[in-house]
């Protein structure tokens, strides 16, 4: 048949760069060096030399090196993904690999200057500051003319503040304790505080009084008198009282255009998603035994696959006087099962070393020694 034409693992191998199908690792010494035992290592696992592998060198060496590429892939995949937050919008021109990544701030902080651009506290949107003139008996004020003569496109203006607003209570604050005791309205005038209210409250009354008094002089604007208020509903402004005068009226906007562009920022060359985020292929001599075995393990489950698939184009092999079946189906589904075994044990390896864990550990491990010392007898010391 023509499978027993096509040349088959003969026992040995010698690898040599460019032997892999992508040959990321050929140049790596240790690699190299681990190359033709894992062959050996694979083949004897799948029954040679008791039963043929229909397998080659270069089979081997393909599993081999996409072993150590998953085993980067996931290790690689896991720190991106904890330390996603510090790293975007760094540059992709270095590598992350080996590099020790202190958590940080800079996309929290990024996030939370858009609360600040609402509050007008901060942030990256620009506020624009215009008027209109009030006009005598006229109560309502259509802003959205304002901005179409202003060359403000239609539902892009924001009103974000009415400069519109008596003057504060404070300025007329009338205290009936004014004029008794010494003269502390002189001592405070020198810390420029006199101009507020009398002095002698600062001294002789708790500051709820002043407080209580500034309240009723505000709920009295608001009851008994008409006071300075306004609504904005739709950008149309509604002026309380009703203007007797024209005078002019200050605000403050922003563009609601500059809240989307601010919050696009086009970085060539910097951590956008997890796509360019500079995780590179693992450098195989800096893999320690214990990935190395990982590796090991699920180079024979590729390797087994392979063979198996090998095997599944020739169900049944002639023999003198009858006919041989081959496992492939049982290769293919235990290299499947063993495949996604490994993988589950890597990433539960990963999740009991996360910063969060280790951390949740450490917090554990302090309390129990804190409960254990607390057992300890406290010696009194008399001299």
Known sequence: MELLDVPIWPGSSSFFPGSTPFGFYDNDYEFQVDADKVADFCAKRLGYPIV???L??????????QAVTAYGNEVYAYKLRENYLSIEGASTGSSLNNALITPNFST???ISETYGSEAG????ITYHT???TLRNNVQQYDLKLWASASGIEAGDLEIKRIFYEGSPAIVRYFDPYAGVGSDFQGLLESFEWG???PGINFVMMPIYFDLEKIQAIEFNDQIR???YTFEIRNNVLKIFPIPSLATPLFFEYILKSDRYKSSISQNTGKVTNVLNAPYGNPDY???NSIGRQWIFEYTICLAKEMLGYVRGKYQAIPIPNSTTTLNSSDLISAASSEKTALIEKLKMYLDETSRKTLLENRASEAESQRLILNQIPSLIFIG
């Open 52 to 54: 043929d592998v229909e």
């Open 56 to 65: 080659q060198d270069k089979n081997f060496y393909a599993a081999f090196e």
């Open 108 to 110: 929290i902080i990024r």
């Open 121 to 124: 506290v901060g942030g990256e």
């Open 130 to 132: 215009g008027s209109i």
């Open 195 to 197: 101009q507020y209210s």
């Open 225 to 227: 008198r008409s006071a």
């Open 285 to 287: 001599c800096s893999i």
